[in-house]
């Protein structure tokens, strides 16, 4: 009878740790990516639309149609429409002042004015994040899509602070209730920064995503907004620019920013526990809407359970100076 060698236990783990690490190579490898990734970088479009071009079979690499998050190598010549596409040279990061009944979409609907064709920008960019059409203020525009999520995912917790009018005086008990978290959407919105500056205007610092947020609380509490103007998200403001104008992000205001998202989380990740988590334990598709964006402020807790982002790497980006330019569609802003 012959006899078998036993495997040790040392010899066991050693295995299974050499098979751990070799599909961690494999998922981690650094010659591919996918493909909605790519043509985010390049400037195309943002990952959510770069999906939709895939599912429409529109996106071709050496004439084999990509299946949306399929993985490509990263030197493939990618073609879409037949066209190949090329990666743009230039980093773009428009600061725009956005006048009221403009829309946050690159698309057009029905007789709205999108901020694009007010823009009329040489280069195509897209909102980072939006805001209402009929709000006014700070919006982001960019040609990079990694670096979208970096700046406006709610989980990463960047502010964005607004000024906001009512239909009639403010109490305590609003600035109170305002504060600690409102339900609304299904969910308790976070506790956040407010404070009163006059006797139907306050200043709010948010930075969580739901949709038409601020309005929706107010609503909540008996109040109508009457007029909500975004002033800051992170550290850049409307400093310099009047109503209709953009400008350029400058070589210090890249590094500040930079140094700002440098920790944000670059993965999709579900956190739970807290107490301001959705009601339900889902998460809830209108409250992850990318609009006025409410959230933790100085007062925060952790995040709850209706949490759920999705975020990118961080665009390593190079500053230019850029003045302060009126639109070049030549439309009047309505501010």
Known sequence: MVKKNKVSVADKKKKLYNRVMDEKRITTDQTTIRINKYLSAAGVCSRREADQLTDAGRVTVAGKEIGTGERIPADAEVFLDGRPV???TRQVLLLFYKPRGIVCSTKKQRQETTVTEFLDYPVRVYPVGRLDKDSEGL??????????????RAGNYHEKEYEVTVDKKITETFIRKMSSGVPILGTVTRPCTVYKTGDKSFSIILTQGLNRQIRRMCEYLGYHVCTLKRIRIMNLTLDGLKCGEY?????DEWKKLNELIRDSSSETVIRTGGQHGNISGRTNKRTGAEAERSGKGILSGRPGDHEQQRVRRTVRSTGKNGKGNRNRSGRQPNC
């Open 247 to 251: 400008r350029e992000i400058c070589g």
């Open 139 to 152: 919006l982001l525009l960019t040609n990079q899509g990694d670096l979208v999520n970096r700046i406006m």
């Open 86 to 88: 090329k990666a743009e």
